[in-house]
């Protein structure tokens, strides 16, 4: 059992500097007792101060970024991918498109601001944020610069430092021809000068590093209309422009009209000098998301990295109840303006300096500030909680410390009952007997088989309505395989040791996630069993029917069939380096997405082009789950395509340094039924071929006049890397006990 129950809900909402900085902060003091949970929908946060040199091409996208995956499992927090939509302080819930609310007892909100787009015509413009989408865009115009005869005029609009820094940047990454392209970089400020309430003379030496990369600076120009092809000014001129830039004054989210918070004029949340909600004391808020009542301060980055201390020990404060301290803003402090080209100017009590050497120091305190987030160790032997730090009740109720085993260490009645209330409506009428009875009774189908099948998981990821998600789709794939009809689902559970509060809130979750696929696929959930013990685990046992003609099994292939694969290979490896802090946030977002989709239409289109085997490739791997394709009342042989493999984007990587299931060992047993192993053993892919999947693919043996169709129909209807990796063959005298030869020089072969 784990070593301290959980009793309260702290949720972060937003990944932004200070939520990065309370999350680097809990890593290295925990406080057992508290969950900490972050909501974010990116799993990467950029970090401001060198977003600039990204633009300019001094730095890659990941040397900007904050792993927020890796950050939160060094922390020992949830991570959520979700994009927030409402909160209610009243039921203390958070609300995000297509799932359930999630509950929490303390909150606290970092979420940015993004350009305002007061302008007419403004959905015509390239905003800097979001970042990932400004990003995208601006890869793509610089191939787009490149590839273009004329010279393209791009425009910024705003006229603050972060204006200038991106107009510079901007320029210096298309300062030199780029292929045929060439560009104009403009910068349109309603002010006088530039940057915005910075003092003369760092108002000259910007002006000055501007015009050294040929910028036009025009100021006086209040932009009133954007375009397709320039902007309007207030007085009536027109600027012809290709591309237009916003990196204007901030706006509030504007989902935080439906927080319930108090709000200043431009929509921001107020708060205190605690950094807590002036009207709620159990959330806070840090950022740009925060107004600073009394004080409002510019939307600067410097200020949510200082607030980023501050709010960690208020937020612990309140949970113990001990004394918080008050955020007071410096009224000065040293800013490092960005100039494009690897420059910077540096402001301090109305004094500026220029020079390549402030922008190397700008390089040091910017690349310190990252290490602290993508070097900080995973396990930590300093990880033990300060006196007074465990929570050791919620809202006055004890938690016993030892807890009784009779029954199964059954959830109580009350928690699942309410767990249970909330969940969508489901309907069958093969239930003989009602929805939530003890037993399910159904009643079968005329001359139809039942097909049952069960399987039970550990959380592959944190956040428990994915895994219920996951789980749901995991089961159902052992039916799916069979060509048969889910019908009715029951479910095991163990959940983690904590209050009653907590445990309910895990146990809707997870089922809600599980109800929400089972309900995609006809399935209901008719009954199931709770209990508690040392971490989150899953089971589900699925029943199914089918006809006898249309049940499709494991074995029964013919020689020249082809192997069919409908989804890639390597997401056992990549939750190990996930595991390990090693997984690129892309390749784990990916994994995901792959365990998420469904096998039921691949079963059905592999069943359309007369597959004659049929299974899902789950914990043995492809290798091992192919042997038992292969080891019927025939034993046959089988060549597998190595060059076709489909693989997960990292799974190469991962194999080739090691980070591989623990599962592995024993799937590795079945490379000795290899051939030739000789050629591949210092391949990544050799070890892929036994590498475990959760809710991996289906592998299929179709008649080779039908494969090429059927992955045509498959990759039409979303399985866009199924592939034919093989083909069945008559094993030789010779090759008995080793049916299967890898090669790397696949027949063409037509694929749709």
């Known amino acids: 059992m784990q070593q301290y129950p959980n009793y309260q809900d702290l949720v972060l909402v937003g990944g932004g500097h200070a939520h990065a900085i309370v999350l680097q902060m809990w890593a290295m003091r925990?406080?057992?007792?508290?969950?900490?949970?972050?909501?974010?929908?990116?799993?990467?946060?950029?970090?401001?101060?060198?977003?600039?040199?990204?633009?300019?091409?001094?730095?890659?996208?990941?040397?900007?970024?904050?792993?927020?995956?890796?950050?939160?499992?060094?922390?020992?927090?949830?991570?959520?991918?979700?994009?927030?939509?409402?909160?209610?302080?009243e039921l203390r819930t958070i609300s995000m498109p297509g799932r359930p609310d999630l509950e929490f007892d303390l909150l606290s909100i970092d979420v940015g601001s993004t350009p305002s787009r007061n302008i007419a015509g403004a959905e015509r413009a390239l905003p800097i944020k979001p970042v990932e989408n400004f990003w995208r865009h601006w890869q793509q115009l610089q191939k787009d610069i490149a590839t273009s005869k004329q010279t393209v005029a791009i425009g910024v609009v705003g006229g603050g430092?972060?204006?200038?820094?991106?107009?510079?940047?901007?320029?210096?990454?298309?300062?030199?021809?780029?292929?045929?392209?060439?560009?104009?970089?403009?910068?349109?400020?309603?002010?006088?000068?530039?940057?915005?309430?910075?003092?003369?003379?760092?108002?000259?030496?910007?002006?000055?590093?501007?015009?050294?990369?040929?910028?036009?600076?025009?100021?006086?120009?209040?932009?009133?209309?954007?375009?397709?092809?320039?902007?309007?000014?207030?007085?009536?001129?027109?600027?012809?422009?290709?591309?237009?830039?916003?990196?204007?004054?901030?706006?509030?989210?504007?989902?935080?009209?439906?927080?319930?918070?108090?709000?200043?004029?431009?929509?921001?949340?107020?708060?205190?000098?605690?950094?807590?909600?002036?009207?709620?004391?159990?959330?806070?808020?840090?950022?740009?998301?925060?107004?600073?009542?009394?004080?409002?301060?510019?939307?600067?980055?410097?200020?949510?990295?200082?607030?980023?201390?501050?709010?960690?020990?208020?937020?612990?404060?309140?949970?113990?109840?001990?004394?918080?301290?008050?955020?007071?803003p410096q009224r000065e402090f040293l800013r490092l303006v960005s100039c494009g080209d690897r420059r910077a100017v540096a402001v301090r009590n109305g004094l500026a300096l220029t020079g390549g050497a402030l922008w190397r120091w700008k390089d040091h305190i910017d690349r310190q500030f990252m290490a602290r987030f993508s070097e900080l160790p995973l396990e930590m032997d300093d990880k033990r909680p300060h006196d007074g730090d465990i929570i050791r009740e919620r809202d006055g109720q004890h938690l016993a410390p030892m807890r009784c085993n009779g029954c199964g260490a059954k959830v109580g009645a009350d928690a699942l009952?309410?767990?249970?209330?909330?969940?969508?409506?489901?309907?069958?009428?093969?239930?003989?007997?009602?929805?939530?009875?003890?037993?399910?009774?159904?009643?079968?189908?005329?001359?139809?088989?039942?097909?049952?099948?069960?399987?039970?998981?550990?959380?592959?990821?944190?956040?428990?309505?994915?895994?219920?998600?996951?789980?749901?789709?995991?089961?159902?794939?052992?039916?799916?395989?069979?060509h048969a009809r889910p019908a009715t689902a029951q479910t095991l559970v163990t959940l983690p040791l904590a209050a009653e509060a907590l445990t309910r809130r895990d146990l809707h979750q997870l089922l809600a996630g599980a109800v929400h696929e089972l309900n995609r696929h006809d399935c209901v959930l008719s009954g199931g069993h709770t209990s508690e013990?040392?971490?989150?685990?899953?089971?589900?046992?699925?029943?199914?029917?089918?006809?006898?003609?249309?049940?499709?099994?494991?074995?029964?292939?013919?020689?020249?069939?082809?192997?069919?694969?409908?989804?890639?290979?390597?997401?056992?490896?990549?939750?190990?380096?996930?595991?390990?802090?090693?997984?690129?946030?892309s390749w784990h977002e990916a994994a995901i997405d792959t365990m998420?989709?469904?096998?039921?239409?691949?079963?059905?289109?592999?069943?359309?082009?007369?597959?004659?085997?049929?299974?899902?490739?789950?914990?043995?791997?492809?290798?091992?789950?192919?042997?038992?394709?292969?080891?019927?009342?025939?034993?046959?042989?089988?060549?597998?395509?190595?060059?076709?493999?489909?693989?997960?984007?990292?799974?190469?990587?991962?194999?080739?340094?090691?980070?591989?299931?623990?599962?592995?060992?024993?799937?590795?047993?079945?490379?000795?039924?290899?051939?030739?192993?000789?050629?591949w053993q210092s391949d990544p892919r050799w070890q892929l071929l036994v590498d475990p999947q959760t809710s991996g693919g289906l592998l299929g043996a179709v008649p080779a006049e039908r494969a090429g169709d059927c992955v045509h129909a498959l990759r039409e209807s979303g399985y866009a890397e199924a592939a034919i990796v093989g083909e069945i063959t008559m094993p030789g005298s010779e090759e008995l006990g080793t049916p299967v030869r890898l090669t790397g020089e696949s027949p063409q072969l037509q694929e749709g």
């Open 30 to 89: 925990p406080m057992p007792g508290v969950r900490l949970t972050l909501v974010s929908p990116q799993s990467q946060t950029a970090y401001s101060g060198m977003l600039p040199g990204m633009v300019a091409g001094h730095y890659e996208h990941d040397d900007t970024h904050i792993d927020l995956t890796r950050l939160c499992r060094a922390a020992g927090a949830r991570f959520i991918r979700a994009r927030v939509e409402a909160i209610d302080p």
């Open 161 to 328: 430092a972060g204006g200038c820094e991106l107009a510079m940047a901007v320029a210096h990454a298309l300062r030199e021809p780029i292929g045929a392209g060439r560009a104009e970089v403009h910068l349109l400020t309603r002010g006088e000068r530039v940057p915005d309430q910075f003092p003369p003379m760092a108002q000259t030496a910007v002006v000055r590093e501007m015009a050294r990369l040929n910028v036009q600076v025009h100021g006086n120009w209040a932009v009133t209309e954007i375009e397709a092809n320039g902007v309007h000014a207030s007085d009536g001129r027109f600027l012809p422009l290709d591309q237009v830039m916003l990196c204007t004054g901030a706006s509030a989210p504007g989902w935080l009209a439906n927080s319930g918070l108090a709000r200043d004029e431009s929509g921001f949340i107020q708060v205190d000098h605690y950094l807590r909600a002036v009207n709620c004391a159990h959330i806070f808020a840090a950022g740009d998301a925060a107004s600073l009542t009394g004080r409002p301060l510019p939307k600067a980055g410097v200020y949510a990295v200082r607030q980023g201390p501050i709010l960690f020990h208020n937020l612990r404060a309140t949970l113990t109840g001990r004394p918080q301290k008050p955020f007071r």
């Open 417 to 482: 009952s309410r767990a249970l209330a909330p969940l969508p409506p489901q309907q069958s009428s093969l239930l003989h007997r009602g929805i939530g009875d003890d037993a399910a009774v159904m009643q079968l189908p005329a001359g139809e088989l039942l097909v049952q099948s069960t399987d039970q998981l550990r959380a592959p990821v944190e956040d428990p309505w994915l895994f219920g998600r996951i789980a749901a789709l995991h089961a159902l794939s052992d039916l799916f395989a069979m």
């Open 533 to 585: 013990g040392a971490e989150l685990q899953l089971g589900l046992s699925v029943n199914g029917f089918a006809s006898k003609a249309q049940l499709l099994e494991k074995t029964g292939a013919k020689p020249g069939d082809c192997l069919l694969l409908t989804k890639p290979l390597g997401i056992g490896a990549i939750l190990v380096a996930e595991g390990l802090g090693k997984a690129h946030p």
């Open 596 to 679: 998420l989709q469904s096998n039921a239409a691949a079963a059905e289109i592999l069943a359309q082009h007369h597959a004659r085997t049929l299974t899902d490739i789950t914990g043995f791997g492809l290798l091992g789950h192919l042997l038992e394709t292969l080891d019927g009342d025939a034993p046959l042989g089988a060549t597998l395509f190595v060059d076709r493999l489909p693989l997960l984007t990292g799974a190469a990587t991962c194999a080739r340094e090691g980070w591989l299931s623990s599962l592995q060992p024993q799937n590795a047993r079945a490379l000795e039924r290899i051939a030739n192993p000789e050629p």
